[in-house]
């Protein structure tokens, strides 16, 4: 069977795109690049790609990553500016014996040498966020963001995970979170699944939670419990130590095609492939903390989609 789950509502169109892919018989690689790089070239969605918005000093730079479940290899660029792609980029680098990982100047050196598109990923609408944001006393960065972040399976059993994120708006020169992180943004293995997380970096990064999750699966718990235990574990450890556990969302999926959500904020959304394209769901906790998915309508959607 195939499969593909992804963060946030604004990778629907993605989802579609990825699904076509795989009943054609594409790989899991190219589906999960037209899902992450659906959203990183549409302007509307504010955290990822054009559009994404600036740091401190007024620039966009963007992190991303992709992992093969097959064979674990890897790449990733962090702090990369003025690239259309950054998980094409990624991608471009997991087949390297060394140098899987490279940042701000080298990256962009590197992918304009292998051809890659330069643009300038600063929009006339974030410029204006950026003005208005530095008129604010006093200065701080903004902590909402939502990565993109997905999982596919494809007919032949490989999986794979990528990210796409600008980060925090406002957020230091050169700052980093957990997107491009193996094992804190994302994870996968093809014997056992896929996990990838969104929220609050600096915090995600603290637990490896996408590692963890896979590694619950991997001693067999499901998907959905692995992803429930992964988040509760995690910020009960934070807890112990008086740290409040800000933003942690997270997305699963099992080698079956089962998939699972969790997280610690309201209305949290992830889009899965089904028979007919796409699905969006809210998540939401019963008393007992317990998932419980709930499709979106037009109306939730338009609603979410303005307040991009």
Same mark, same amino acid.
């Not at 939502?146 to 050169?174: N, R, W």
């Not at 556990?245 to 889009?271: H, Q």
């Not at 089904?274 to 338009?302: M, T």
């Given at each position: 069977?195939?499969?593909?789950?992804?963060?946030?509502?604004?990778?629907?169109?993605?989802?579609?795109?990825?699904?076509?892919?795989?009943?054609?018989?594409?790989?899991?690689?190219?589906?999960?690049?037209?899902?992450?790089?659906?959203?990183?070239?549409?302007?509307?969605?504010?955290?990822?790609?054009?559009?994404?918005?600036?740091?401190?000093?007024?620039?966009?730079?963007?992190? @991303?990553?992709?992992? #093969?479940?097959?064979?674990?290899?890897?790449? $990733?660029?962090?702090?990369? *500016? &003025? !690239? /259309?792609?950054?998980?094409?980029?990624?991608?471009?680098?997991?087949?390297?014996?060394?140098?899987?990982?490279?940042?701000?100047?080298?990256?962009?050196?590197?992918?304009?040498?292998?051809?890659?598109?330069?643009?300038?990923?600063?929009?006339?609408?974030?410029?204006?966020?950026?003005?208005?944001?530095?008129?604010?006393?006093?200065?701080?960065?903004?902590?909402?963001?939502?990565?993109?972040?997905?999982?596919?399976?494809?007919?032949?059993?490989?999986?794979?995970?990528?990210?796409?994120?600008?980060?925090?708006?406002?957020?230091?020169?050169?700052?980093?979170?957990?997107?491009?992180?193996?094992?804190? @943004?994302?994870?996968? #293995?093809?014997?056992?699944?896929?996990?990838? $997380?969104?929220?609050?970096? *600096? &915090? !995600? /990064?603290?637990?490896?939670?996408?590692?963890?999750?896979?590694?619950?699966?991997?001693?067999?718990?499901?998907?959905?419990?692995?992803?429930?235990?992964?988040?509760?574990?995690?910020?009960?450890?934070?807890?112990?130590?008086?740290?409040?556990?800000?933003?942690?969302?997270?997305?699963?999926?099992?080698?079956?095609?089962?998939?699972?959500?969790?997280?610690?904020?309201?209305?949290?959304?992830?889009?899965?492939?089904?028979?007919?394209?796409?699905?969006?769901?809210?998540?939401?906790?019963?008393?007992?903390?317990?998932?419980?998915?709930?499709?979106?309508?037009?109306?939730?959607?338009?609603?979410?989609?303005?307040?991009?």
């Amino acid at each position: 069977m195939t499969r593909c789950i992804a963060t946030w509502l604004m990778a629907e169109n993605g989802i579609k795109k990825a699904k076509d892919l795989l009943d054609e018989g594409k790989d899991s690689a190219k589906a999960l690049l037209a899902i992450i790089q659906d959203v990183e070239s549409d302007e509307r969605f504010v955290s990822v790609g054009r559009g994404g918005l600036p740091n401190r000093e007024g620039k966009v730079q963007l992190d @991303g990553a992709f992992m #093969d479940g097959d064979d674990l290899k890897f790449g $990733a660029v962090m702090a990369i *500016e &003025d !690239i /259309a792609s950054p998980i094409e980029v990624a991608y471009s680098l997991k087949d390297r014996d060394a140098n899987n990982i490279l940042v701000a100047k080298g990256a962009k050196s590197y992918a304009l040498k292998k051809g890659f598109k330069e643009v300038d990923n600063l929009t006339k609408k974030a410029k204006e966020r950026y003005l208005k944001k530095c008129q604010e006393d006093p200065l701080k960065a903004y902590d909402g963001h939502d990565t993109i972040g997905a999982i596919v399976i494809d007919e032949d059993g490989h999986m794979v995970a990528g990210t796409s994120t600008s980060g925090l708006f406002y957020k230091d020169d050169g700052r980093v979170g957990d997107s491009p992180l193996i094992g804190s @943004g994302l994870y996968v #293995d093809s014997e056992v699944g896929g996990a990838t $997380a969104t929220g609050m970096g *600096e &915090d !995600i /990064a603290k637990g490896c939670v996408s590692f963890k999750i896979v590694d619950l699966m991997r001693n067999g718990k499901s998907v959905k419990e692995a992803t429930k235990i992964a988040v509760l574990d995690f910020i009960a450890r934070l807890k112990r130590s008086d740290i409040e556990a800000r933003d942690i969302s997270v997305v699963a999926l099992a080698k079956d095609g089962t998939f699972a959500a969790y997280s610690n904020i309201p209305n949290f959304t992830f889009c899965i492939d089904d028979e007919k394209g796409a699905k969006v769901y809210r998540l939401e906790l019963d008393q007992n903390g317990d998932q419980v998915y709930i499709e979106v309508d037009d109306a939730f959607k338009s609603d979410w989609l303005s307040k991009e």
